[in-house]
């Protein structure tokens, strides 16, 4: 089978979608860090569709600051690669072709650097997961310990981090007098534009404060909210897409049909037409970014966890089972919803969720869900706990969820068989369940120890202590499916 190309897409067929814009003359204008699957289906495939309805020089410069497993399976195949959409029994396919260049960083952190100095750029957007910024989850604040923190001080022309790079960016932009460009943060971070401004700013202020202050006055950082569920491709979807285009696509992802993108209309300089193509423009996120990630991701990571826990692989095996669909139908109505403040109908949203968990074509794994939870929970469940708690609000079946987190960061399944941890954390996770085998209450104050997931407050909240001690006994005692029954009925 011939792979996918820029000239082999020609005789594609008119079911699959391609561009429409005039590829060969589309000019470089953003730099994104982060070429993993959920950029690919979003940010990529909204700028793809941007520039049919309206070209310019906004081509993609994407930047791995990992591994070039990315580059090796897109260059290729001229940067091309399939989105697949499904849902139910339907999916449609569409060739996009926004990448224009791949940088991988370990090998050429200085042409980074240039890509980002380069006045042609507009735009440097980011989707390096939560555990990408180098910052402490519960306070926001940028680690000044964290080893490529420290090595990107020491060496600022070769950058090992997202921060370190950003910055090193934006001082060459500075000193060769190029225009400010838009930092557009695209990942699951509580405001997360202003968070990645506190970030790129406390960096910049170890480096050199005139540079600080640059940034501080010239550059924009939009909080945004993205939303698009977006699972791992398996071999079986690289031949299944291959299979149906007629070439071989090395780097195809799969998503569902639904995607949001919400953005603060605050930008230094020219972007894509997004809003033309279903991105909401809007003047405050706080409260749809909110929205999402207490209701949406919040009910992922329970979901991961218990559904985990319980033996199911995949969230749509786990939304089969009656008592979870009526947990979590509880725990969105009872507990989240109450601390939102969303100019949306809530209670249609949260059926829409409860449908997109349970879409059967997204094989979307528990485990993928699951990985680095000590980034993840501040954001999408204490968040809400905390409010609840200030409000006298329920907080049991939330309680529920982050007592899942503790039993699976535990180390062992429910067959006593040790768990993968990928986790910032992990060694930190042996040691406590080392320290405190099976005993829920020891467990409980083993994990709330970790202040960079948890604070100052909460391990000191009685009624937090007691609900998560209770819920981890029944977890121990009786189970994943015993314990989310009995929640769903209480």
């Known amino acids: ?8 897409v020609e005789g594609l067929g008119s079911e ?18 982060g070429l993993g699957a959920f950029a690919r289906a979003h940010l990529l495939a909204f700028t793809d569709d941007a520039l ?7 081509g993609v410069c994407g930047v791995s600051l990992r591994s070039p497993g990315v580059r090796g399976r897109l260059l290729p195949q001229d940067g091309l690669y399939t989105v697949a959409e499904r849902s139910g029994e339907a999916e449609r396919l569409r060739v996009i072709g926004c990448i224009r260049e791949i940088l991988v960083d370990p090998e050429a952190p200085a042409a980074v650097v240039r890509r980002i ?9 980011l989707t390096v997961t939560e555990k990408g910024y180098c910052h402490d989850p519960a306070t926001g604040r940028l680690q000044t310990r964290h080893p490529d923190i420290r090595h990107d001080l020491e060496h600022p022309d070769c950058p090992r981090s997202s921060i370190g790079a950003l910055v090193a960016g934006l001082d060459a932009r500075r000193r060769a007098g190029a225009p400010p460009p838009t930092v557009l943060c695209c990942d699951n971070l509580p405001s997360n534009g202003t968070t990645l401004r506190g970030l790129a700013l406390a960096f910049a202020a170890l480096r050199d404060d005139p540079l600080a202050a640059w940034i501080e006055a010239k550059v924009a950082f939009p909080c945004t909210m993205v939303d698009r569920i977006v699972p791992a491709a398996t071999p079986a979807d690289v031949e299944g897409i291959s299979g149906r285009l007629g070439l ?22 020219p972007r894509p037409a997004w809003e033309r193509v279903g991105a909401e423009l809007v003047g405050d996120v706080a409260p749809y970014e909110e929205m999402k990630l207490r209701l949406l991701n919040g009910s992922h990571s329970a979901l991961a966890y218990l559904g985990w826990l319980a033996g199911f692989e995949h969230v749509f095996e786990v939304m089969r089972e009656g008592a979870f669909v009526a947990f979590l139908g509880r725990m969105m109505a009872e507990e989240i919803a109450p601390s939102l403040r969303v100019p949306a109908d809530l209670a249609s949203y949260q059926r829409t969720l409860l449908e997109r968990f349970a879409n059967p074509a997204l094989a979307h794994r528990t485990a993928q869900i699951a990985m680095d939870g000590s980034q993840k929970l501040p954001q999408r469940l204490l968040g809400t706990v905390r409010d609840q708690l200030r409000a006298g609000g329920p907080i049991r079946l939330l309680c529920l969820a982050i007592a899942g987190w503790m039993r699976y960061a535990a180390g062992n399944d429910e067959a006593g068989r040790p768990i993968a941890l990928p986790d910032p954390l992990a060694p930190r ?3 406590i369940a080392a320290r405190a085998g099976r005993e829920p209450a020891a467990l409980v104050q083993g994990f709330l120890s970790l202040r960079d997931v ?5 391990p000191h909240n009685e009624r937090l202590v007691s609900e998560l001690t209770g819920w981890l006994a029944a977890l121990l005692g009786r189970g994943a499916r015993a314990a989310v029954r009995e929640a769903a009925d209480s």
Do not use: K, N, T
Request: proline share 3%.
């Open 429 to 431: 996770f042996r040691e």
């Open 117 to 125: 100095a380069d006045s042609a750029i507009s735009v440097v957007s």
């Open 1 to 8: 089978m011939d792979r996918l190309s820029e000239a082999a």
């Open 16 to 33: 699959v979608g391609r561009w429409r814009y005039a590829r060969a003359e589309l000019a470089v204008g953003i730099v994104h860090f």
């Open 248 to 269: 071989r696509d090395e780097a195809p992802v799969v998503c569902e049909a639904f995607r949001q993108w919400v953005i603060e209309d605050r930008f230094a300089g």
């Open 52 to 58: 049919d309805q309206a070209f310019g020089p906004f």
């Open 454 to 458: 948890f604070g100052d407050d909460l």
